[in-house]
């Protein structure tokens, strides 16, 4: 795709918070209709850059959301207003400002939860889904591997020390990626400051929120608002094959109790498929083929 086609677009939260997301459109065509697409916990609209550009190129409009307190999106003076339903409010006003009445939703991880929560609050804006690995709910062992890094103090460092790092919080979860691979994932995670080094990409606020206790307490909720969505259109999910955070049972249980459902797993990647792999494009790239 011509990166010509990529703008950014900039829109305000309720509590007047100045948000931004990638859009991402076909060239010299008009758009089939329009993709979200909403990151993991910690990560920005960096994550769907390639499989934008494949959605794209196969004729949809992409709109990559950076979730407030991350990468191009403002930081909120209030932190507990980082979570899933105000995310949700957010991604709504996005659509609402650019006149879009229903969309498909790609999300992954923390994204997939905000998905199932529009679901219970605008599920009419809700065409289909894809579901990258997560679920209605998580292993309390997942939970804790992700707390051991996420919102935690990370000194400004340089490029090749961003890479260790980035390879030692996620060298589990992709056992097959090399320097190449950690080095562009560095330029997904980090923003560059005026003296040259590099920092996480997020508000550390956004994890004071994330409670393993209130997801667990959640979980009939979370089922429920799953099934909601499974009465919204089709739906993809998307395990990778190494993941702790959506166990297979947990996954096979989605698929038996929504309506249109498939499972695709992801080999030889844990939490979370960065969908740039030939098995997680395909699945997309199919399911919106289905989609009038």
Same mark, same amino acid.
């Given at each position: ?9 900039? %829109? ?47 004729? %949809? ?31 709504? /006003? ?67 020390? /961003? /890479? ?17 691979? %950690? ?42 608002? %799953? ?66």
């Amino acid at each position: 795709m011509d990166v010509s086609s990529r703008q950014d677009v900039f %829109w305000s939260g309720k509590d007047g918070l100045r948000l931004h997301a990638r859009r991402h459109l076909p060239d010299r065509v008009t758009p089939t209709g329009t993709v979200v697409c909403i990151p993991g916990l910690t990560r920005n609209a960096a994550d769907f850059e390639a499989i934008a550009g494949d959605m794209a190129a196969a004729g %949809w409009q992409v709109l990559a959301v950076d979730l407030r307190g991350r990468a191009g999106s403002g930081r909120a003076k209030d932190p507990r207003s980082y979570n899933p339903r105000t995310y949700a409010d957010d991604v709504a /006003a996005l659509l609402d400002q650019q006149g879009v009445r229903r969309a498909v939703f790609v999300g992954t991880s923390l994204g997939v939860l905000v998905t199932m929560t529009l679901a219970t609050r605008r599920p009419g804006l809700v065409a289909a889904a894809i579901l990258n690995d997560a679920g209605p709910e998580v292993p309390a062992e997942a939970l804790a591997r992700i707390g051991r890094y996420a919102g935690k103090p990370v000194p400004p460092m340089d490029a090749a020390a /961003a /890479a260790s790092y980035v390879e030692s919080i996620a060298g589990t979860a992709f056992p097959k990626y090399g320097p190449d691979e %950690w080095r562009a994932m560095v330029t997904r995670m980090f923003r560059m400051r005026d003296d040259g080094l590099l920092e996480l990409d997020y508000d550390p606020a956004i994890v004071r929120t994330v409670s393993p206790l209130l997801l667990r307490l959640m979980r009939p909720l979370l089922w429920r608002a %799953w099934r909601k969505l499974g009465r919204c259109g089709p739906l993809l999910v998307l395990r990778g094959a190494l993941s702790d955070v959506l166990p297979r049972e947990v996954a096979q249980h989605m698929i038996a109790v929504a309506a249109d459902a498939t499972l695709v797993e992801v080999p030889d990647v844990g939490h979370a498929p960065m969908l740039d792999e030939p098995e997680s494009q395909a699945a997309i790239l199919a399911l919106l083929a289905r989609l009038p």
